[in-house]
């Protein structure tokens, strides 16, 4: 007597992953989390503007944030942790969305002139790379300093300071930043697009709403290395 086997079905999770919509729901979920850092840690920065004490201060509260629940820096690391496991899946899920897309699009499409996409869309990939380059560059520039010998241990505003005295560190912030900008203001689109917020009326305004936050963000964050050039922050 034959004895019937039974099919192991995929996971919800394993489904929702699989999928092109997954995959783009997790782009949308993770850039969100990581966009809504980038506010703050702008914020964080501007407070530079009223000087060494209040800029260490805040510097020195963000160790302490969650005490006494927390120890001291553990939020912190569960913020690292958090944005790092957000970095590593935005990247993948980009990756193999690029694959499949170009999959779908078939051999002959290499052979075949662009549609004409935006400036920010074409650049997105590549603006990613820079970014990812550019994360790895900034810790080991003001986190561990190893990039910046000027800069001291517990001293932030010195060490920012420091580290934009020199021309082509300014360069690659702002070069950065510009990157960063694109690629907001192509996400922020795009994110509203997979989550269906994107319709006929709101579509324009995601646009609009997605310039206006990437001006903001690069305007806020080329601010500091453009007054440490100047001398406004010294």
Avoid at 21 to 32: F, Y
Avoid at 87 to 102: E, G, I, K, N
Avoid at 185 to 203: C, V
Wanted: with cysteine; proline share 5%.
């Amino acid at each position: 007597m034959a004895v019937a086997t039974r099919t192991a079905r995929p996971s919800t999770l394993g489904t929702l992953w699989s999928s092109t919509i997954g995959k783009k729901a997790v782009m949308a979920a993770t850039g969100m989390v990581m966009l809504g850092f980038l506010v703050i840690h702008m914020y964080g920065n501007l407070k530079i503007f009223f000087g060494a004490t209040v800029f260490d201060s805040y510097a020195a509260w963000l160790r302490t944030i969650g005490e006494p629940v927390l120890h001291r820096t553990w939020y912190l690391w569960i913020q690292r942790v958090v944005l790092a496991v957000c970095a590593v899946l935005h990247a993948v899920t980009a990756y193999q969305l690029s694959r499949r897309d170009l999959k779908a699009r078939g051999p002959g499409y290499v052979h075949r002139p662009p549609a004409g996409p935006s400036f920010a869309t074409r650049t997105m990939r590549w603006g990613g790379v820079i970014l990812l380059l550019f994360l790895v560059w900034h810790i080991l520039d003001l986190t561990t300093g190893t990039v910046n010998p000027l800069g001291e241990a517990g001293h932030p505003y010195q060490d920012i300071v420091a580290d934009f005295r020199d021309w082509w560190s300014d360069v690659i912030y702002i070069v950065a930043m510009a990157a960063l900008g694109l690629h907001v203001r192509h996400g922020l689109w795009s994110a509203a697009q997979t989550l269906g917020a994107n319709g006929p009326r709101s579509g324009p305004v995601f646009k609009v709403a997605g310039w206006v936050l990437a001006l903001v963000l690069f305007a806020g964050f080329v601010t500091v290395p453009v007054a440490v050039m100047i001398g406004a922050v010294h």
